[in-house]
């Protein structure tokens, strides 16, 4: 069964720093790319960042650049997202996700974790 766990979530001042993870389980994702959505009751899911198993090809959501940072740790099959510089508009439930499409969108993720909600105060 594949599974993608979340965790790291929770709430935090405006300015500072969260670290999120994803731990990734029940099959191979190494041909796999890996990212990070959000949503906001209400919106739309959106995509924060996504990177390769190998570490390259990282991609950002334009607000969070220089402040969101993506890694994989293949040994251990875990994603993360060090969020710093958290911002009240930063506030949502976090997705992790993984896709075997080129390109990490919402319409080609093959498969979500439940999220984990951040929540950062004024």
């Known amino acids: 069964q594949v599974q993608l766990v979340e965790s790291g979530g929770g709430l935090v001042q405006a300015g500072g720093s969260l670290r999120l993870s994803c731990a990734a389980s029940g099959r191979t994702f190494s041909n796999y790319r890996m990212g990070w959505f959000r949503q906001v009751p209400g919106k739309e899911r959106e995509f924060v960042a996504a990177?390769?198993?190998?570490?390259?090809?990282?991609k950002y959501l334009d607000s969070v650049k220089g402040r969101f940072a993506i890694s994989s740790d293949n040994a251990k099959n875990t994603v993360y997202l060090q969020m710093n510089s958290l911002k009240p508009e930063d506030t949502a439930v976090y997705y992790c996700?993984?896709?075997?499409?080129?390109?990490?969108?919402?319409?080609?993720?093959?498969?979500w974790g439940k999220g984990t909600l951040v929540t950062v105060s004024p």
């Open positions: 990177i390769n198993w190998n570490g390259g090809r990282v």
């Open positions: 996700a993984a896709g075997s499409a080129y390109y990490l969108l919402e319409g080609t993720v093959d498969y």
